[in-house]
């Protein structure tokens, strides 16, 4: 009875319908039926991504009242919800909560942290947390290296971004498509055309899948400089490469040549 309820408000919290699956969750309780720690981690996990953070918590709360344990897991969706509600004192708190409860933050923990303060801008604490989670033995991924090179890049931090890539790749990341758009982007945005190009065919040509993403960001750079004909000729380049352009392409391009 339980699974097969909870299997119904799985659904209802996936397709937006978290009305609907309270609803279920009153008559599942009115029946005598005692909810697990997946229905619960299930609205948990439904209120975060509707940004409702005080019904979450209290699910939450709830869960660890009757006798589930909360997992990492359970409290990493929390964490990831209050971050992207940009509720960072709540965020922070429930890191130091896990602390207290003899679990350990791993590299999601501190991924979905470092990702909520670069979002408002806060990158001391952004680069504090990553230190820390290194200084804990939880190893960085690339979701949590392009997370923090996206907001250096973002915040006017280009610099330390390119010091940051410089030490990541001589520790051996192997940077994905991600991290380079991210890179490129963030050296046109600084203005460093010529070593975004010089990145473009050089550095990063051993690993870079130049999408439609990586031509937009080269040709918009150049169009927005009233360097038409080096956009011009990336967009050739990514005609012959078989690289289809998309509306942003034509939209970018119809900015710089004709408007």
């Avoid at 929390?78 to 350990?104: D, F, M, P, R, V």
């Avoid at 303060?117 to 960085?140: T, W, Y």
């Avoid at 990514?238 to 392409?249: A, F, L, N, Q």
Wanted: glycine share 8%.
């Amino acid at each position: 009875m339980c699974i097969r309820i909870t299997f119904l408000i799985d659904y209802k919290c996936k397709v937006g319908e978290i009305n609907e699956a309270h609803h279920l969750f009153k008559m599942m309780t009115l029946k005598g039926v005692e909810p697990d720690i997946i229905t619960y981690s299930t609205f948990i996990n439904g209120y975060c991504m509707q940004g409702c953070m005080k019904v979450a918590k209290w699910f939450f709360d709830s869960m660890v009242g009757r006798g589930h344990g909360a997992d990492i897991v359970a409290y990493n969706t929390l964490i990831n919800g209050y971050c992207k509600a940009k509720k960072l004192h709540e965020a922070t708190q429930i890191l130091c909560e896990i602390q207290c409860n003899g679990l350990t933050p791993n590299t999601s923990t501190y991924t979905a942290l470092i990702s909520g303060f670069c979002k408002v801008g806060k990158m001391s604490k952004a680069k504090d947390l990553f230190k820390e989670m290194i200084a804990r033995g939880e190893m960085p991924n690339l979701l949590t290296c392009s997370t923090l090179l996206s907001g250096l890049a973002t915040n006017d931090c280009f610099d330390e971004a390119m010091g940051l890539y410089n030490v990541l790749e001589k520790n051996g990341m192997e940077a994905d498509t991600v991290i380079h758009n991210i890179m490129i982007d963030g050296m046109c945005k600084a203005g460093k055309l010529f070593a975004a190009k010089e990145f473009f065919y050089n550095r990063a040509s051993k690993t870079l899948v130049r999408s439609t993403r990586t031509y937009n960001i080269m040709i918009n750079a150049f169009c927005k400089k009233g360097m038409l004909n080096e956009a011009q000729e990336f967009f050739k380049e990514m005609i012959e490469k078989g690289v289809s352009p998309d509306d942003t392409t034509i939209e970018i391009l119809l900015h710089g040549f004709v408007l």
